[in-house]
């Protein structure tokens, strides 16, 4: 992600930010220029430093789990985030813990959306749009069979997964090296844009087919074989998590995930101008991130980029007593995959 800055002084702000740490104006994001703008606190107004154009907050803004602004005389009460929520938690006292696990969602969720925003990705409301999108965030209380999953453009999170300590838990009973919120949604919506980019266009299905095989097999069953039997040997060398290996679906699901991951964290690399140069193996750990990965149509050398970051990264994080931010390998086959990706989503950008 961008890095962005207050409109008053110039101070670095965070993506989530609800006023400037430096200065103590507010702060909230316009979506359809991926800005930040900032406003004199104490006002009954909001107009922003910059441009002074008044603006109005989404209305998720009153449970602290959003900052995106809206124009002031727009019709529209949520903004284009939040407006994909078609379940949202429980928020009573009796059910205190969803508050912040909503909470936690909401973060993630966010930052999906700015990067689907950011590859063009249109993004409508299953509300207004039966071939849209929604979220459903649920508990299963009442509904133990209940899974994190994506239906017809449904994606439904357990919002027990926004609890660390449970999703810790649930991390290691599933054998998973990477479990996050954002890891997460980014799975489940690539579900959707399967859907939206694949299987109705015969020529890119085709290309799918070839190279992560026919969906066409029995979903349920494939899922079956793969919780009794596990994930085959050596299946390092063609899928990036023994999870891929079930189903070509959720080859692809896991593919599109790590695709975001690797997108978003060099974006991020670009914005902050890192410039990795080791001690040692300079030859293969050295990388300059000077360029927005999404600006680039040869998608390698997005990836060798992110190699020696992903090393950079995961051996400050084992510094810190804490585990890998990316515990995972990509082979050649898992480039031509994720190549395959980029190819589809060039033409949105």
């Known amino acids: 992600m961008k890095i962005f800055k207050c409109g008053h002084c110039n101070f670095a702000i965070y993506f989530e930010n609800l006023t400037c740490e430096n200065c103590g104006h507010l ?3 316009r979506d ?13 107004t909001l107009v922003s430093d910059r441009e002074k154009v008044e603006y109005k907050y989404c209305k998720n803004k009153e449970f602290d789990v959003c900052n995106w602004v809206i124009k002031k005389d727009s019709t529209e009460e949520y903004c284009s985030a939040c407006v ?17 696990n909503w909470q936690n969602l909401e973060v993630a969720k966010h930052r999906l959306i700015y990067q689907l925003q950011k590859l063009g990705l249109a993004l409508p409301s299953k509300l207004d749009d039966e071939e849209g999108l929604c979220f459903d965030f649920v508990a299963r209380k009442n509904n133990p069979k209940l899974m994190t ?12 997964e926004g609890n660390s300590v449970l999703r810790e838990k649930a991390r290691k009973q599933m054998k998973e090296p990477y479990r996050t919120l954002v890891g997460h949604l980014r ?10 980019l694949v299987r109705d266009n015969p020529i890119v299905l085709s290309e799918f087919r070839a190279i992560f095989g026919n969906e066409d097999l029995d ?23 023994e999870y891929a290996t079930s189903h070509p679906w959720e080859d692809w699901a896991e593919t599109w995930a790590h695709y975001l991951h690797i997108m978003d964290m060099v974006e991020t ?24 990965p999404y600006t680039k ?28 931010v990316y515990p995972f390998v990509i082979s050649p086959a898992i480039i031509e995959k994720l190549r395959f990706i980029h190819k589809l989503l060039l033409p949105k950008r």
Request: aromatic share 14%.
């Open 27 to 29: 702060s909230g994001y």
């Open 149 to 160: 999953g994506h239906a017809n453009g449904v994606i439904t999170i357990l919002i027990s």
């Open 84 to 100: 994909l929520n078609r379940t949202i938690p429980n928020l009573s006292n009796s059910d205190s813990d969803n508050f912040e």
């Open 269 to 292: 690399a670009f914005f902050f101008r890192l410039n990795v140069k080791p001690a040692v193996n300079k030859k293969a750990l050295k990388t300059k991130v000077s360029f927005d």
């Open 187 to 196: 799975h489940e919506v690539g579900h959707y844009f399967w859907n939206q």
């Open 219 to 241: 979903y349920g069953e494939s899922l079956k074989t793969y919780y009794k039997n596990g994930s085959p040997e050596n299946w390092q060398e063609n899928f990036i998590s």
């Open 297 to 324: 149509e040869n998608f390698d050398v997005i990836v060798q980029k992110c190699v020696p970051l992903s090393f950079a990264v995961n051996s400050i994080n084992r510094a810190m007593g804490v585990p890998d």
């Open 32 to 44: 359809v220029d991926r800005k930040m703008l900032t406003f004199a606190p104490h006002k009954e």
